[in-house]
């Protein structure tokens, strides 16, 4: 009996990985399948030569340069003459600046011009008819929204998986210690309803129909909380209610983001906000682990660094109008200069490198120079080299990097751990909350990879980090078509700084990068980096066509 | 928008940089992982809650096992000391112990459950050693505090009876290492039968006589003049006694520099090279599969007098435990070595069949001619030498050293031989660290280890 117990128990080790392959595989299956081939939205009418030029983004840019997207080569034309885009309410022209102006019937526009069916726009002497798409005698984009495609799975469908992998997961860390424990029950099934009412909202009362981003940051934050209760049944608790806040904040900001230039003109208030964050950190700081970045509010400990993640990302995205009116990146980097100098005074180094590769991400999205971000690595190099030449003593922070089993009792303490106890549960794990990672400092945090290959096995652990970087794959699929540059440059960078934090969170632990102690996108315990991390989900969610499609 | 196409292309570094270290994450895992898991830091080894094999000496003592899911080893603090490096203290620290080498068999381990897999599936081995414990135990003892090694084999099967390697530790009182500050723990966790190689002293007189007897024609028949003192172009080497003339048997057996000193001097570095390399110095030799320490002869940058010395067993000469105790076997086997094994069998736990590791494979590494002139000369020196007394009138050959390993520290004491009579077939090598004379320090703990082997032999007849 005992043993037939056993041997159901460890079943369900064999089943969460094939369950978690099976929830990536119709998650991406699903979000990869939504990109359809682009058809043209409508068509621009050249009244001399009568060419029928195709409209295939929600923002374009016109003008002499070959980069432009609707290329006009007249030498009255200027090099980035206009932008010319869609918003909810119709199709807009901009000029952006150009030395001869833009004439919509006849009339010289000041700002931004409403252009109906059948108007023309003369740029630099080249006059343009608004017109259907079906001029073409193609269909139009919108009309195929009705067509039902088999490969893809409701949002439905895919929570059931979801919810199959967490109750299996709570059963097995209901168990973990050998007698039934209900409290992990409890927990996830709080989670599971919070989970379902998210679902229902979001389809029924948001009126959207696409669910695959929420079914995977709610795979892999549920994986956290349950790996928590495993743990400390506390902590899971907090971390639960961190992952409720999140959603919300995730929601919130898909709506607050729904009109790009709306995000435009709320940049000084977040840049103030991000700085205002930064600074009260400085001065009320507490030190925890050797960096000084937390705060600490009401009895919680909070991360502001966490948070100015979101808003470095929200700050660096531009709608088109936006980058090709303000060409340099001055205000920009300037913040980017504030907010890493704060880090390196916290001695926060790790979350200090992750601004700075997604600056560079930033930066090449907008300017799209090569030689932005040679000039920018170069100088990091030497600023880096120019500090640890007055503080050689934070070099020894890093020093037991490769050489980890030589101070196992030390400065290698963690990373021994984590590669002994991951090594001990095999390719399908122990089985969850049987490890001995958990006992280790920092384990559920920053070491929380090595727990996943413990107790829940390689193959799963390995699934997870996959996920985000097939999400960094989607987003860069799916860039040009979301509805501005906007939520194109904001979703690739957020995902990019997602799949960079990852790096030096796993491969830190593991010793092949030095320990930097920062923690793993969804899954690691910390209130601040979980909800911050929905909150650069809703940046991926907006980017998504079909998110703003109703409602 | 067009172009955010082709910039949005710069995610694929952040990707790139990814797979290309999750690949080799997974390359270091898949090489790693063993010793990753058995690391001494790993509380599932050392919590108990994994179960394990049975390890059993030769006569069914069990010298490790798991009870309710502790790692518990024999009762007697003695053996449980002599046995350590020979069973391993369930990390990974002594890796040539059985559980460092099977932990795979005896913890259930292996890579796709790790240590998940339920004790349903799970197949710990239990393995038998070739050891008796309480021989093993007594000899321990008798080093003191000590440092060195005693070993002790069947030349006819191959059964290593006794391994003890000097300083050991209580398994269930592990010391703190890091507050031992006069060096009594130093290098604890070697086997030192196996990874360590000795100035050998006048031990090595015995592949001096052997490079003779098969390189010069009269060397067993000539006059050695040995006049306390002799200059070499200028430097010294001196020999304890004025010996005068005296032939090879008596040379090895009074342990004669001089002579010895002559004899390599005369056959020159090449020869002295060859004739070593071919009993086994500086090539890999093997225990089990596990690589011992290289026993080493160079004389590439000698002078005469350190050649001379090389024959004595001095100047950079190093001998390895192990290789020594294959050498005894080989000369009291008639030239032809069965290789020494410690691992007697596995077994499933509760399965009653035993699957015996076949050994006893013979090869020939000394001519019958050399080998069997060696054991007369060796059985001479030890009846007009040291007298059969040490040995309780057990008829043994054996040769004693005493090597100098620098001004301040006593010297090595070895002590190596073999019994004369085949009947009783046991090869054994002492070596005791800054012991004094070999006859002083390791002399005694031969004695006692050889009679209290021919008692349980008697015994068993
Ligand atoms: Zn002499």
């Known amino acids: 009996m005992k043993t037939m117990f056993s041997l159901l128990l460890y079943s369900i080790q064999l089943i969460l990985p094939f369950m978690a392959i099976l929830i990536a595989y119709c998650c991406f299956r699903t979000l990869f399948k939504s990109l359809k081939p682009m058809r043209p939205l409508v068509v621009l009418l050249n009244r001399a030569t009568g060419e029928k030029i195709p409209i295939m983004y929600w923002e374009n840019s016109i003008g002499r340069d070959r980069h432009c997207d609707i290329v006009l080569n007249m030498p009255s034309i200027s090099r980035d003459h206009a932008v010319f885009y869609r918003r909810k309410g119709g199709w807009f022209i901009s000029d952006t600046n150009s030395k001869v102006g833009v004439l919509l019937n006849g009339k010289k526009i000041e700002s931004d011009e409403k252009i109906f069916i059948g108007d023309v726009i003369n740029i630099g002497g080249v006059a343009l008819e608004l017109c259907r798409a079906d001029v073409l005698s193609l269909k139009n984009r919108e009309s195929e929204d009705a067509d039902f495609d088999y490969d893809t799975y409701s949002g439905g469908g895919l929570l059931v998986l979801v919810t199959i992998f967490q109750v299996l997961s709570t059963l097995s860390v209901c168990f973990g210690s050998g007698k039934f424990d209900y409290k992990p029950a409890v927990l996830s099934g709080i989670m599971l309803l919070f989970e379902w009412l998210v679902f229902v909202v979001t389809k029924f009362g948001f009126k959207r129909d696409n669910f695959e981003i929420e079914a995977i940051a709610m795979f892999l934050s549920g994986i956290g909380v349950v790996n928590l209760c495993g743990v400390d049944i506390n902590d899971a608790f907090t971390q639960l209610i961190a992952m409720a806040l999140g959603i919300i904040l995730f929601e919130i900001i898909v709506l607050l983001i729904k009109h790009a230039d709306f995000c435009m003109k709320l940049r000084p208030y977040v840049a103030f906000f991000a700085l205002a964050l930064l600074a009260v950190n400085l001065v009320f700081g507490k030190v925890k682990n050797g960096s000084q970045n937390w705060i600490m509010i009401g009895g919680y400990s909070i991360q502001p660094s966490e948070f100015v993640k979101v808003a470095f990302i929200f700050l660096g995205a531009s709608t088109l109008k936006g980058i090709q009116t303000t060409k340099n990146l001055t205000w920009f980097i300037l913040f980017s200069a504030a907010c890493m100098g704060a880090l390196f005074l916290m001695g926060d180094f790790g979350t200090a490198c992750i601004f700075f590769v997604t600056f560079i991400l930033i930066a090449f999205m907008r300017s799209g120079s090569i030689r932005t971000v040679v000039l920018t690595c170069a100088t990091a190099a030497l600023g880096v080299a120019f500090i640890l030449n007055f503080k050689p003593y934070i070099m020894t922070r890093f020093s037991a990097w490769r050489h980890v089993w030589e101070h196992p009792n030390d400065i290698g303490y963690q990373q021994t751990r984590v590669l002994t106890y991951s090594a001990s549960g095999g390719l399908l794990g122990l089985g969850v909350g049987k490890g001995c990672l958990k006992y280790v400092f920092a384990a559920p945090s920053d070491l929380v990879f090595g727990m996943l290959c413990e107790e829940w096995g390689m193959i799963l652990g390995i699934i997870v980090l996959l996920m985000i970087v097939l999400l960094a794959i989607y987003v860069r699929h799916a860039g040009v078509r979301s509805r501005s540059a906007f939520y194109t440059i904001s979703s690739c960078c957020a995902a990019g700084m997602m799949t960079f934090q990852m790096i030096m969170n796993v491969f830190g632990v593991t010793d092949m990068l030095p320990l930097t102690g920062v923690t793993l996108p969804f899954v690691s315990l910390g209130g601040s980096s979980l909800v911050s991390v929905w909150a650069l989900m809703a940046f991926i969610k907006a980017s998504d066509e079909r998110t703003y499609s109703r409602g | ?303 005469k007098a350190d050649l001379g010395w090389s024959g004595i067993g001095q100047y950079t000469d190093t001998l390895n435990p192990m290789h020594m105790l294959k050498i005894m076997g080989t000369l009291a086997n008639e030239g032809n070595l069965v290789e020494p094994f410690v691992v007697k069998s596995f077994s499933v736990s509760g399965a009653k069949e035993n699957q015996k590791l076949t050994k006893t494979s013979e090869k020939s590494v000394i001519s019958k001619i050399t080998a069997g002139k060696m054991k007369e ?85």
């Not at chain 2, 096992?65 to 053996?79: A, F, L, P």
């Not at chain 2, 304890?240 to 000193?261: E, P, R, V, W, Y």
């Not at chain 2, 019994?419 to 703990?445: C, H, L, R, T, W």
């Open chain 2, 1 to 303: 928008m067009r172009n955010m196409k082709f910039r949005s292309l710069i995610l694929y570094f952040v990707i790139f940089a990814f797979f290309a270290g999750l690949g080799y994450y997974i390359f270091e895992f898949t090489r790693e992982s063993r010793d990753w898991a058995f690391s001494p830091v790993n509380r599932h080894l050392s919590n108990g809650s994994l179960s394990g094999g049975k390890i059993f000496d030769t006569n069914g003592e069990i010298l490790a096992q798991t009870v309710s899911g502790k790692r518990v080893y024999h009762e007697n603090e003695d053996i449980r000391k002599a046995v350590l490096h020979t069973v391993g203290d369930g990390s990974t620290l002594i890796s040539t112990s059985v559980q460092s080498r099977y932990n795979a068999g005896l913890f259930g381990y292996n890579f796709v459950t790790g240590f998940g897999a339920p004790d349903y599936f799970s197949s710990n081995q239990d393995i038998t050693l070739t050891l008796d414990s309480k021989i093993c135990a007594s000899v321990s003892k008798k080093f003191g505090d000590k440092k060195g090694t005693a070993l002790a084999y069947n030349y006819k099967t191959g059964e290593v009876i006794c391994m003890v390697s000097l300083p050991t530790y209580d398994v269930n009182n592990r010391p703190d290492f890091s507050k031992d500050t006069d060096g009594k723990y130093d290098g604890v966790y070697l086997n030192r039968a196996l990874s360590a190689a000795y100035t050998p002293g006048s031990v090595f007189k015995i592949f001096t006589a052997m490079a003779g007897i098969e390189n010069l024609s009269d060397a067993e028949t000539r006059k050695y003049e040995c006049e306390k003192v002799k200059i070499i172009d200028g430097e010294k080497v001196t020999c304890m006694q004025n010996h005068g003339k005296l032939d090879l048997k008596t040379a090895l057996s009074k342990s004669c520099d001089i002579a010895f000193c002559d004899i390599a001097i005369e056959l020159g570095k090449e020869k002295m090279t060859r004739a070593l390399e071919k009993f086994g110095f500086n090539s890999s030799q093997y225990f089990e599969g596990i690589e011992l320490t290289k026993s080493v002869y160079d004389v590439n940058l000698a002078s």
């Open chain 2, 377 to 461: 000369m060796m059985r001479f020196t030890m009846k007009n030498q040291y007298n059969d007394s040490l040995f309780g009138g057990i008829p043994m050959c054996a040769k004693t050293g005493t090597a100098e390993v620098g001004e301040d520290k006593l010297p090595h004491g070895w002590m190596v031989g073999f019994s004369y009579d085949e009947k009783f077939p046991i090869a054994f090598v002492v070596v005791v660290e800054n012991g004094d004379f070999g006859i002083k320090s390791a002399g005694p703990i031969a004695g006692a280890m050889v009679k209290e082997m021919h008692g349980i032999f008697a015994k068993s007849k």
